[in-house]
């Protein structure tokens, strides 16, 4: 089944030309199926282009899935027009009163400030908590994840030396995990970041599981069994030249910077990189979604009633 987007989101014809299957509302409603309702709370100033990296993994699942579209309410994005915001977005205010299957909670350029600096902590606070609730399983993000985990089980994060930035190996911990189904056992996941989690904080807490890990990069994606959430902590969602976009931002913003590790062919950033992460990236979004649908209550007014 396709997913269920606006035929007017920038996605919907960058998501058809790469043979991702999308429907209308028309066409959606036509169909005697519960769509899966996934909502995605997007904290990226270039909001458009997180829209596309996430709606197409979230839409390569065969189950019909509707995404819902979601910002801080008092948090004004730096690179995306209000009018595409009012188009496509409701704030969590308004649709805090609804259930979703499936939750997304995106990362944030804003690793290096103390959670309780943030401007808008305080209704993170108040949208985590009412994952536990509204949210049959959620699926966090770099910042989102390291702002999950810290919620939740107290794990601090710790400024590194310089940005973890590359393409790096990682290790496939727990091969019989629902989420880790048909997985390699080593795999490589770009990073991006300016701080990190560390394995004997999580391991700190019983309800914790590490899942993948790289022996350079640390601890990458953690699941918790109770609450059903994932928390991963690199960009398996990134697109091919995401790496050097932001690699070739700070160049010519004279900020100082190191060539992604393992990224461009030859080290050479005139030479168009290779994905190599993107089939693993698939297969962890549709093992989630999977589990999803094999777990969430066919009325989706019932979810968080179990707890």
Known sequence: MPIKIPDTLPAFET???????????????????????????????????TELQMARLVGASPLQVELSLIRIGGHKAKNTSEDHLLAFYQTWEEVKQRKFDGFIITGAPIELLPYEDVTYWKEMQEILDWTETNVHSTMNVCWGAMAAIYHFHGVPKYELKEKAFGVYRHRNLKPSSIYLNGFSDNFEVPVSRWTEVRRADIEKSESLEI???????????????????????????????????????????????????????????????????????HLLFGNWINEIYQTTPYDVEEIGMDL
């Not at 036509?30 to 309702?37: A, M, V, W």
């Not at 990069?217 to 059903?228: D, F, I, S, T």
């Open 15 to 49: 998501l058809v030309q790469e043979g991702v299957r999308v429907m209308t509302e028309t066409v959606a409603i036509r169909q005697d199926i519960r769509p899966l309702q996934i909502g995605l709370l997007n904290l990226m100033p270039n909001k458009i282009k």
């Open 211 to 281: 899942l993948m890990e790289s022996s350079e990069m640390g601890v990458c994606l953690v699941h918790e069994k109770r609450g059903r959430r994932l928390y991963m902590f690199n960009h398996v969602e990134y697109d091919s030249t995401s790496l050097s976009d932001e690699y070739f931002r700070d160049v010519e913003a004279g900020v100082p910077i190191k060539m992604p590790h393992n990224y461009f062919p030859h080290n050479d950033p005139a030479l168009a990189p290779q994905n190599r992460w993107r089939s693993h990236a």
